[in-house]
Every structure is written in structure tokens, then in C-alpha cells.
């Protein structure tokens, strides 16, 4: 390690351990460390600098996600779209309002076997007939199949994003509990506790209340069922992600 890249990793860490999160990103961004200035810019609430650092980096999800909170859904669509992934564009468009867009995308996509990605092509092309002012039903049958999936998917960015689709759809059609037994699956998942943070606040925002939720990590050995989403939390209640941003991370994730 070179003494300019030594001094400016310290001058980042100093900087971060002061809260001044622009100035560590600036820092990560001489060193050539995308995803360390993209985080450092998220915490600095610099969501423009931290999409576009994103997106850079190659990492459309979190480019996407500052993005949509910018109020730019057609810049989230293109970070899916730059890679290839026409269902991810097309969601962000549906969860825009922008239908007849979405529609366009969903039917150039390709079918993708039986595996999650053609479960949640199915799940998007439901959503869009939904908002279309088509019924529920169709995307209402999907939820059990999100939910028996959920357990199996060893990739955590594929668990999360099947996990947001899920949610999400059945906020639009209001069956928050079909919301709350997604959640359940998705914590029940080996080394699916990371989803606890986002079941208390999806919990606290639609249930007014998270009494009913774990209060720590999933037990390893009841993991891999998924199927008693309820087991010991008394769920017929209605069963809720931040962001893992450590910052200074060594880069190439």
C-alpha cells in the first residue's frame, strides 16, 4: 500500500468517525473505492453523488433505491436497464405509476425458467394488469409461491428483492398479512435475520405496532421449512431491511 493511499484511507476513516461523511466519500473517491464513496455519500444524504457512484460501481439495486428516493423513477428503470434486467425496470416504473412503460419492458422480457426471477416476471406482469384496474386474484395466487420460496434462496440480494416484490404487491392489494407471512419466511431463511430491521419498520408504518416480532436472529435449526411462516409469534396477527453500509469496506464486492 502506497503512502498517498494509506494517508487518504486515514483521512477517510477520520473524516467518518466525525460524521462528515462528504469528505470520506471524497476521500474513497481519490482512492478509486466506488462502493466505500457511494456509501460514504448515501450517509452524507447525498443521494445524486451516491446514485451515480452507484451505478458506476456496477451496482444497479442501490443505484436504483437513491434514485427512487429522488423521485426519479426513469433513472432507476435505466440502472436495471444498463444491465440487462428489463423486469427490475419495468418494476420501478409500475411502483412510479408509469403502466403503459412498464407494460412495454415486461413483454420484451425473457422467460427465465422456473427459478425466482421468472416468479417475480410473473409477480410484475400481475401488479401491472392490477394497476390497470385488472382484479386481484391473479397476483394474490402468487403470494404462496413467493412464500414457499422465500426459505430456499441462498442469495441474499435475490431474497431481497423477491422479498420487496412480495410486500409490495400485497401492500397494493391491502392484505398486510400476506405482507407479514412474507416477512416470516424471508427471516426464517438461513442467515435471514438481516430482513429484521425492515419487517419492524414495514410492522411499525402498516401495523401500527411490532410487539409481535422476534427480537433477535432466527434460530439456525428451525431454519430451511419455511412453511410454519407462524410458528411461536402467534401469527393470524399480521406478521417487517436497512442497508448494510459499512463504511471503509475493502472494495470488489
Request: aromatic share 6%; glycine share 12%; net charge positive.
Amino acid at each position: 500500500m502506497s503512502r498517498r493511499t494509506r494517508l487518504l484511507l486515514k483521512a477517510a476513516r477520520c473524516y467518518s468517525e466525525a460524521q462528515a461523511h462528504a469528505e470520506a466519500a471524497r476521500c474513497y473517491d481519490l482512492l478509486g473505492w466506488q462502493w466505500s464513496a457511494a456509501d460514504a455519500y448515501q450517509r452524507a444524504g447525498d443521494l445524486e453523488h451516491a446514485a451515480r457512484t452507484y451505478r458506476q460501481a456496477g451496482h444497479p439495486e442501490q443505484a436504483a433505491r437513491c434514485y427512487r428516493l429522488l423521485g426519479r423513477p426513469e433513472l432507476a428503470a435505466r440502472c436495471w436497464q444498463e444491465r440487462g434486467r428489463r423486469p427490475e425496470a419495468a418494476w420501478e416504473l409500475l411502483l412510479a405509476g408509469d403502466i403503459t412503460s412498464a407494460r412495454r419492458l415486461l413483454a420484451a422480457a425473457d422467460t427465465v425458467g422456473n427459478g425466482p426471477q421468472q416468479l417475480r416476471l410473473e409477480l410484475a406482469r400481475a401488479l401491472a394488469d392490477r394497476l390497470g384496474g385488472g382484479p386481484a386474484g391473479p397476483l394474490l395466487a402468487l403470494l404462496p409461491r413467493i412464500e414457499a420460496r422465500l426459505p430456499s434462496l441462498a442469495a441474499r440480494t435475490e431474497r431481497r428483492l423477491t422479498l420487496d416484490w412480495g410486500v409490495e404487491a400485497a401492500d397494493r392489494i391491502e392484505r398486510f398479512d400476506w405482507g407479514a407471512r412474507l416477512f416470516r419466511a424471508a427471516y426464517d431463511a438461513q442467515g435471514g435475520a438481516d430482513v429484521l430491521d425492515r419487517w419492524r419498520e414495514w410492522a411499525g408504518e402498516r401495523l401500527g405496532s411490532t410487539a409481535w416480532l422476534p427480537s433477535g436472529p432466527a434460530v439456525e435449526a428451525d431454519v430451511g421449512t419455511g412453511a410454519e411462516a407462524g410458528a411461536g409469534t402467534g401469527v393470524g396477527a399480521p406478521l417487517g431491511t436497512g442497508t448494510d453500509t459499512g463504511v471503509g469496506r475493502a472494495e470488489g464486492r
